[in-house]
């Protein structure tokens, strides 16, 4: 994130961190420091604080007595009302949308050229951020500034929830979505506009929902714990179905057929039971604790 130090004030630098979100720069649950923040800035804490509080009130940051401050990270529930509110609002403004004026056409058209251009140029970053903010540009050309600002916090939640990045090919898909859009407000067919605008944004969900993986710190220590009866039932089942594991059924046929023979030599090589047995051991000895 490259900043300007030359007189920010706490609306533009909370501007700058938002900004940041719809590229993707600043993930889920990055630590915001007020100390660094201020010396990336040049500016002072106060000046910090203030826009880290314009940001919690909208609720794309969060603070703890523990953590400090650091980005929201959404659970899935919260990024489908975030995308319910988009529809909402998206959907109602183009329904009541006057015709545009030849200078908002020319925005869109500008808009999308500058997708376009980022997306062929392998800029992700800008990439990202522009997708998000055509809806933000088409919110302005439809002649409401105040659901603009509601419509660009909004969009900030919803890409916190996709911890991939969007893919080429998606992205692709995304700004030929935004061409249709502006090709139909172009010729006046509202309603065509609207449905094109509902299935985009069903298709950028479904896809943001493909792409995320649970947030789940524990998950890997949860692997490891699990229960060992559930272990052996899996181990059961598959000598079960491979017949070439020995079973204890046809130890006794093999016995049976061949006859007696010496008993084998002890080895003393671990057993997978013992080598059990030992993980269990260590498991059960304090570890390091775990830093979230």
Not at 10 to 18: D, G, V
Not at 60 to 67: F, L, Y
Not at 102 to 124: F, N, Y
Not at 154 to 167: G, I, K, V
Request: proline letters at 4%.
């Amino acid at each position: 994130m490259t900043t300007d130090s030359s007189n920010k004030t706490s609306l533009q630098i909370a501007t700058r961190i938002t900004e940041s979100i719809l590229a993707k720069q600043l993930a889920p649950g990055t630590r915001l420091g007020e100390q660094q923040l201020a010396d990336l800035f040049g500016v002072s804490r106060t000046l910090i604080r203030e826009a880290l509080m314009r940001l919690a009130a909208r609720g794309i940051v969060q603070v703890s007595a523990r953590r400090g401050w650091y980005v929201i990270e959404p659970t899935a529930a919260e990024a489908r009302e975030a995308f319910e509110a988009r529809r909402v609002i998206e959907l109602g403004l183009l329904r009541h949308a006057r015709p545009l004026t030849k200078a908002a056409l020319d925005k869109l058209h500008d808009h999308i050229a500058q997708e376009q251009s980022a997306i062929s140029g392998d800029d992700v970053g800008a990439r990202s951020y522009l997708l998000g903010d055509f809806h933000v540009c088409l919110c302005e050309c439809l002649g409401n500034n105040l659901l603009s600002d509601t419509l660009r916090d909004l969009t900030a939640r919803t890409t916190l929830t996709a911890m991939l990045r969007q893919s080429s090919s998606q992205a692709v898909d995304s700004c030929e979505d935004h061409v249709h859009i502006v090709d139909a407000l172009e010729r006046g067919d509202i309603d065509e506009a609207e449905r094109l605008m509902l299935d985009h944004l069903q298709i950028v969900e479904s896809t943001l929902y493909d792409e995320v993986q649970p947030n789940d710190p524990l998950n890997a220590l949860r692997t490891a714990l699990t229960p060992v009866s559930a272990a052996k039932g899996r181990r059961a089942a598959t000598q079960s179905s491979n017949p070439s594991v020995t079973t204890p059924a046809r130890k006794s046929a093999m016995k049976s057929a061949v006859g007696k023979r010496a008993a084998p030599k002890t080895s003393s090589k671990p057993t997978l039971s013992s080598l059990s047995t030992q993980s269990r051991a260590s498991s059960n000895s304090p570890g390091k604790e775990m830093e979230k």
